[in-house]
């Protein structure tokens, strides 16, 4: 075994191999770039360098720099993790030629199977089953084109060096044709600084269904059973299992020797996964093999009982398999949910989604023991930072059965308490229980089929939740009212009574268009009578543009609303190891509720045994500064901090709604900025290569009565 690893990667798969190697007795050495200076993987490891700015081009990818460190410590091996140089046979070779032991498959693997067109031709000489395509070198537009009719819409064009859902997208007719195939290149570009592409039939509907193989330098190899990851969006995993639904064991068999083909036929070693497509009968076809450790790993550890970074890592040093095909057996089942900081809202047809950034203001994860693992790099106070991937951690479960596993996701998605940036663990929740999925009818499409049934379910704030927030904080006021040392001073005392006044207390919430009026009288016993009062926000704006008519009495009344009442009670305490958490246990109605509270900026989220409910804190106009946070129909900002990749307008263009007007680049993705009506460009404020942040003002409209006039003025 190696005396010393060098970890060439961040976040929590750097903090996983950081964890095997140092319970192998191997010290570690981690490299960062300048914002990642104080990230978990660089506290862990015994020794850490920096590499470069945030750029991952000038530290993550920076080889030489990487082998520069692995020289100055002493390391005499690397490894790569997934992503960044964990697929490229130029930095395989590179650590070959200075004498470092790359943990990963030989260089010629990586290039083998790292070219999708070169890959499929392997595959199919060595009896694997693949699907119709091409994957030829001519990349003409024209000739493309023609390969894809020929086809047949729709079609998938892929990157020929892609991967994790990069330079992918799929054309459904000859006119989208050539934009898809812009598209898909312009992010190959990006991502692999490759933009040659390959062509193949778009199955329908098809599940995703991957095998997980392991070689040894002697000429074993094994598979370790298959994972399901059909439920993507973006073409990105975000909740994978194993094993894969609805299988049986011929298929498993059959599917398995196949993959075990695949690697052999490359001199395979090390850890890799041959991912197929399946369709509805149940055929299965090659679409690619990932040549490195996979994020979904921890699934396939917990149902095969294994750690497959000590097997890398025994493997990179010479050692056989531990175990035979013969011994390895699969126990019960497991799911992993990728985590991640991500604006998950509600559109027309369905969920969508949008990386987000942030301070982790807060942050509880569940329970961890033998059937709850987490798997992250970030701790309470950390940062998500916007040039990397926003996944916050991978919350792996298991259980004896599939429903049994599916049951624990939810509640530990549940007691996943995360306040700062937006988070997708709502949507995993709704994910888990919908009942297509509880019932394992998984595919590849099945976010966008699933539509509206994905999305949260819009409604006013329950009493029982208006109820929790006003008691919390209710408590809080009284733990703040400054105390004496004489038990007989009224300021002692922290009960609603108030001399010459009514035992009143007041509370006011937001609840969407809607002011939350909370009267609440004390009872005497410590508890509170509440009076619930709900009354639409005031919508009245002065106009210097627009005159604006007088309203009648008869028009200007708002209708009352009804009253609602409940009894509430409670203790507040300050959560164990917390400064930013409060634990709740309140009686609303007789009923007890136990429950964690958190607030921060102008919303209180509460975290009870039903998920997470966010209150908005009313915050009158004047005391927020005036102004509204909503930027302007009229001027269009990226959705974070990102880079300008194109522009496609100018001053004076005439648009129609829904026009591509800027793409920009974040988090490794592509965003589309959408004209949101039709009308006319006042100004284009930025240009391409420019970086912006989530204020910056990319594109501005003409106001419609500026318009107008132009038009009339014609």
């Given at each position: 075994m190696f005396r010393k690893l060098l970890v060439a990667n961040r976040g929590e798969i750097a903090c996983r191999v950081i964890r095997t190697a140092k319970r192998l007795g191997v010290e570690t050495v981690a490299v960062y770039s300048e914002p990642d200076k104080d990230s978990m993987h660089v506290r862990?490891?015994?020794e850490a360098y920096c590499i470069g700015p945030a750029a991952s081009d000038k530290s993550y990818l920076n080889m030489q720099a990487i082998i520069d460190v692995a020289k100055k410590t002493g390391a005499q091996a690397i490894h790569p993790g997934y992503g960044f140089l964990s697929e490229n046979a130029v930095f395989a070779r590179l650590c070959e030629a200075e004498g470092e032991v790359f943990v990963g498959p030989p260089a010629s693997a990586i290039t083998d199977m790292g070219q999708k067109d070169k890959s499929k031709i392997i595959m199919s000489e060595a009896g694997v089953p693949v699907i119709q395509g091409y994957h030829g070198e001519e990349q003409d537009v024209s000739h493309l084109r023609e390969q894809a009719q020929k086809i047949g819409y729709p079609v998938m064009v892929k990157a020929v060096m892609g991967g994790g859902g990069k330079g992918m997208r799929i054309a459904r007719s000859d006119d989208v044709f050539e934009w898809q195939l812009q598209q898909a290149k312009d992010e190959a570009m990006s991502s692999f600084n490759d933009d040659r592409m390959i062509l193949e039939k778009f199955v329908e509907t098809p599940r995703h269904v991957e095998v997980q193989v392991f070689a040894d330098q002697h000429g074993n190899t094994v598979y370790l059973f298959e994972r399901d990851c059909s439920v993507q969006r973006r073409h990105q995993k975000i909740i994978e299992e194993s094993p894969a639904p609805g299988l049986t064991d011929d298929i498993r068999h059959e599917?398995?020797?196949a993959a075990v083909r695949a690697a052999k036929a490359v001199g395979y070693v090390g850890a890799g996964t041959v991912e197929f497509l399946m369709d509805a009968e149940k055929k299965f076809y090659f679409m690619e093999m990932n040549t490195r450790l996979q994020v979904e790993h921890p699934v396939t550890e917990m149902v095969t009982r294994t750690d497959l970074v000590e097997w890398q890592l025994k493997v990179a040093a010479g050692e056989t398999l531990a175990l035979?095909?013969?011994?390895?057996?699969?126990h019960g089942h497991a799911f992993e949910a990728r985590v991640y900081a991500e604006k998950t809202e509600d559109g027309v047809d369905g969920p969508t989604f949008m990386p987000?950034?942030?301070?982790?203001f807060y942050l509880s994860p569940p329970t961890i023991g033998d059937d709850v693992r987490v798997d992250t790099g970030v701790v309470e106070g950390d940062e998500v930072l916007p040039f990397y991937d926003p996944m916050?951690?991978?919350l792996v479960v298991w259980a004896p059965d599939r429903l049994a596993a599916l049951k624990k996701l939810r509640q530990s998605l549940r007691e996943y308490h995360i306040v700062g940036p937006s988070t997708n663990?709502?949507?995993?929740?709704?994910?888990a229980g919908h009942e297509e999925f509880v019932a394992g009818?998984?595919?590849?499409?099945?976010?966008p089929e699933q539509g509206t049934s994905l999305c949260s379910v819009s409604q006013q704030l329950s009493v029982e939740a208006v109820s929790q927030a006003a008691l919390f904080l209710l408590l809080l006021q009284d733990r703040s009212v400054p105390t004496t040392a004489d038990p007989f001073s009224p300021f002692q005392c922290n009960s609603a009574s108030r001399l010459n006044s009514g035992p009143s207390r007041h509370v006011r919430l937001a609840d969407g268009d809607n002011l939350v009026n909370v009267k609440a009288q004390g009872s005497g016993d410590g508890g509170f009578r509440l009076f619930i009062e709900r009354a639409p926000k005031s919508t009245a704006k002065s106009s210097s543009k627009k005159k604006k008519k007088k309203s009648s009495p008869a028009t200007a009344a708002t209708t009352p609303t009804p009253v609602e009442e409940s009894s509430v009670s409670g203790v507040l305490r300050e959560l164990p190891g917390s400064q930013r958490g409060w634990s709740l246990s309140s009686r609303i109605d007789g009923r007890h509720h136990q429950l964690t509270a958190v607030m921060h900026e102008d919303a209180l989220h509460l975290f009870t045994e039903a998920g997470e409910v966010k209150v908005q804190l009313h915050t009158p106009g004047f005391v927020a500064g005036g102004g509204s946070s909503e930027q302007s129909g009229n001027a269009l900002c990226p959705p974070m901090n990102s880079k300008v990749i194109k522009v496609f307008c100018k001053a004076g263009d005439e648009v129609e709604k829904d026009a591509v007007l800027v793409v920009v680049e974040a988090m490794k993705m592509k965003h589309e900025i959408r004209a949101p009506r039709a009308g006319v460009i006042a100004e284009v404020s930025t240009s391409?290569?420019?970086?912006?942040?989530?204020k910056t003002v990319l594109v501005s409209f003409k106001e419609e009565e500026e318009e107008e006039e132009a038009e009339d003025s014609k």
């Open positions: 862990t490891a015994d599917i398995g020797q035979k095909q013969s011994d390895i057996r699969l987000s950034a942030g301070n982790l916050i951690a991978k663990i709502g949507f995993l929740d709704r994910l009818h998984v595919h590849t499409d099945f976010i391409e290569g420019s970086q912006v942040s989530d």
